[in-house]
């Protein structure tokens, strides 16, 4: 059984910054590809990162709304991925979920993606 938790989300006025985790139970992060959405009530889920490793090489995929001011990351000893937020904006506003998808692949839809954590709101004031 997959399980992810998410943490780090919080308030922060615009132009700071947060980093969020993600940390895996039950399966290694290595296998998968990991992705971060977000979601405002009444609107769809929206894709923001994916970090994925196919050999020895690692692909890095942002939404262009936030290409130049997030990072996504991994940790392989602490089975942990991240998401540090910088320049934040009102409109980043939502709760951030991570997935994790079996397929090897540029995944941006939320049905790609077979595991998801219980999400962390993050709150940017103007």
């Known amino acids: 059984q997959v399980q992810l938790v998410e943490s780090g989300g919080g308030l922060v006025q615009a132009g700071g910054s947060l980093r969020l985790s993600c940390a895996a139970s039950?399966?290694?992060?290595?296998?998968?590809?990991v992705g971060w959405f977000r979601q405002v009530p009444g609107t769809e889920r929206e894709f923001v990162a994916q970090?994925?490793?196919?050999?020895?090489?690692?692909?890095?995929y942002y939404a262009d709304s936030v290409k130049g001011r997030f990072t996504i990351s991994r940790d392989n000893a602490k089975n942990t991925v991240y998401l540090q937020m910088n320049s934040l904006k009102p409109e980043d506003t939502a709760v951030y979920y991570c997935?994790?998808?079996?397929?090897?692949?540029?995944?941006?839809?939320?049905?790609?993606?077979?595991?998801w954590g219980q999400g962390t709101q993050v709150t940017v004031s103007s």
């Open positions: 039950g399966r290694t992060f290595s296998s998968y590809a």
């Open positions: 997935a994790l998808g079996t397929n090897t692949r540029r995944m941006t839809r939320p049905e790609d993606y077979d595991y």
């Open positions: 970090y994925m490793r196919s050999g020895f090489t690692t692909y890095l």
